[in-house]
């Protein structure tokens, strides 16, 4: 007998047949003698249905209403699940994110959470009840109804999981788990078994949209294992755990693509110092997510600067830098052009040389150009046209020997 | 300066452009220097959405869960009606029935409110904003979410008008206000400016849909006046108020007819003492709600009995009476029939006599057969067949002199 936290996304409770589903699925767990708390997402779509809604009042809505509005998305799920497990002659009882005891911080629509009672969760576990709980949202001190933010029922469900001391905590999703890299764009990847946290996080930096970071992240800091694994088969997925010494025979754990970022290039800089430190910080404050950067001392003592963002944040950014070289009295910006990130992915490299080598010399062999280069302890990132993406990311992926057998 | 509390009914929020009406209308009136409180239903049809979704999984879904489902349609109101006030530049805030401070008893899906403490209702409207509160919902001692039933949202705007101490409550609604009789069978009835709570009880309890009775009881218990009036024009509806002198010189204020009755007849019973209560006893415990009673003894001291219940509870009843029958070794029933319940009512047939003689001549002049009467203080009732009923309703409302001008 264990005590198992689950989570379904929007799309494994997407209508009434599939809530069904999701509760032939516990009850399959729970006559085999297991406990269960099941935390569930809004049905798919219902969650833009009231932005959009929201939207035609208003095209920025205030966010405390927001989360009041968003929160009826998981209320109705949590609701329809119980009933679909009582039709299975189940005893089941739903719970708000506030009747949870999920306590965030006051930051509507991105909260964080700041405790996790459970509420009565455990005791109504103890009397037999499988307990539904609604995803992504919590209450704040003042009792107002606040969100996680994206991926917030992945959250819900970890921090759920430390909070009752659950012996197995289980993400459902639409895919069978994490890949050694995207299928569409590799066909011959493969299901990896185990991955730890930092490799996860990583690969989700890298681009991967399995699992959002922040989830990850407070899994590694309360050592909450995990399981990604699909809700339409019983096929199981991937174990995300804490680095595990038997992981470093394995150099490369996954490859990511990362399809979405532009290269912006700002030259004739005067070369004083500090000049990079305040181009840097000027995009912060624009809120601008800096990726990769190169910085080079060019030709006449000028500087010369490259940086990727999000291909979203491409005007922002330029505009940024306009009104800065007016201050500066200097600089102007190369025609911005999109790049792909490739990036491989791996504990092992910290024990393991050449990852670096055998890298470089499949791009070069495959004649891909090397437009920038970024590293971490267990990551090795290239910027590559758009037009070599698919060829390396294949390429790269059978050289380290992941292709499926 | 009024303090005013608002209820807008599930028409009147139908979709986003009914909302953003709602909101210019709260905002013309917040403009004039006034204080708002507004409550509103879920949007017309989301109710029976959410209902025929759980009922796709169970027949008879649980209660506690049924709550959890159906006050997300309301809560989905508040936060767009606060949505739509923001974007005309008003200062706005939602509050869920919880949050509004409506306490109710544990009777899931038709609780009763307990204590209303308005929560900080009042402390919002006294910084300037409007408050935005769902109707139909509250909680109960241990923060489960319940439902009071039918007329809830029209509950919640008077019981709450009562908490804060308001100058006005409005009841928005489709129609224009009470009227003198239903227009779709009586084309002369007209607009009723003032009626007092025991003629609108009467009324609603003779068949009249505008209220149900619980929210007018309330009302009467605690001097609330209210007034019906519709969302979808400027003009001025019914008041509706304790009983006030003037209300006397109206005799008979309204025409209801209830098109929904069955008489039922039992005939051949053992002329015993007890013998009816016993009847009625066992229909009670069955759940049926008799309407009007006729009693008599009939020949070889066989006793008859006639009453009316609605006509979805007529199987009910006639199994329960079969039932009874082989118990007390006699009775049968005669075959029933559809009839319409034509009432008049009004608070001046306590001082003023002929109303009766002068319903009867009525109906008589117009070759209408009464089958059964009942009376209370303000209001006497006949059954009569269905043929009968939109003939003698014109002829009733013409004869007291209810026809518009």
Redesign the interface.
């Known amino acids: 007998m264990a005590l198992i936290v689950q989570k379904y996304g929007g799309t494994s409770v997407g209508d009434?047949d599939r809530?069904?589903n999701v509760a032939k699925k516990v009850k399959a767990l729970y006559d085999k003698g297991n406990q269960l708390v099941v935390v569930v997402s809004a049905r798919g779509g219902v969650t833009n249905e009231?932005v959009a809604?929201?939207k035609?009042?208003?095209a920025e809505?205030?966010q405390?209403?927001?989360d009041?509005?968003l929160?009826?998305g998981e209320?109705?799920t949590?609701?329809?699940t119980?009933?679909?497990l009582?039709?299975l002659g189940m005893p089941a009882?739903?719970r708000?994110g506030g009747?949870a005891g999920i306590l965030t911080d006051p930051a509507h629509t991105k909260a964080r959470i700041m405790d996790i009672s459970g509420g009565d969760i455990a005791a109504q576990v103890k009397a037999g009840k499988v307990v539904i709980v609604a995803g992504f949202q919590g209450v704040n001190a003042h009792?107002e109804?606040t969100t996680l933010g994206r991926g917030g029922s992945d959250l819900t469900a970890i921090a759920l999981a430390y909070a009752v001391k659950a012996d197995e905590c289980q993400i459902f999703t639409d895919v069978d788990g994490i890949y050694s890299a995207d299928p569409r764009i590799v066909p011959a990847a493969r299901k990896i078994n185990e991955i730890s946290y930092e490799e996860l996080l990583e690969m989700a930096a890298s681009g991967s949209k399995v699992m959002q970071p922040r989830s990850v992240e407070f899994a590694q800091k309360f050592n909450v294992q995990f399981e990604v694994r699909s809700s339409f088969n019983d096929n199981p997925g991937t174990l995300v755990k804490a680095e595990a010494p038997s992981m470093e025979d394995i150099v490369v754990s996954g490859v990511a693509v990362d399809k979405n970022q532009t290269k912006i290039t700002v030259s004739e800089l005067p070369d004083k110092p500090g000049m990079a430190a305040q181009i840097f910080e000027r995009l912060a404050q624009s809120g601008v997510i800096v990726d990769m950067i190169i910085q080079n001392v060019g030709r006449g003592g000028k500087a010369n600067l490259s940086f990727t963002v999000n291909r979203d944040d491409r005007k922002k950014a330029e505009g940024t830098m306009n009104a800065l070289f007016k201050e500066l009295g200097g600089g102007k910006l190369d025609p911005s052009y999109d790049v792909v990130k490739l990036s491989v992915v791996g504990v092992g490299m910290r024990s393991h040389s050449g990852v670096a080598a055998k890298f470089f010399s499949t791009l070069a062999s495959n004649a891909v150009n090397i437009l920038m280069i970024s590293t971490s302890e267990i990551k090795i990132a290239v910027a590559i046209t758009p037009e070599d993406a698919d060829k390396a990311a294949n390429a790269v992926h059978a050289a380290f020997g992941l292709n499926a057998k």
């Open positions: 009434t809530i069904l009231l809604r929201a035609t009042l208003n809505p205030d405390r209403e927001m009041m509005l929160a009826v209320q109705e949590i609701a329809l119980a009933i679909a009582h039709s009882v739903s708000t009747q009792g109804v």
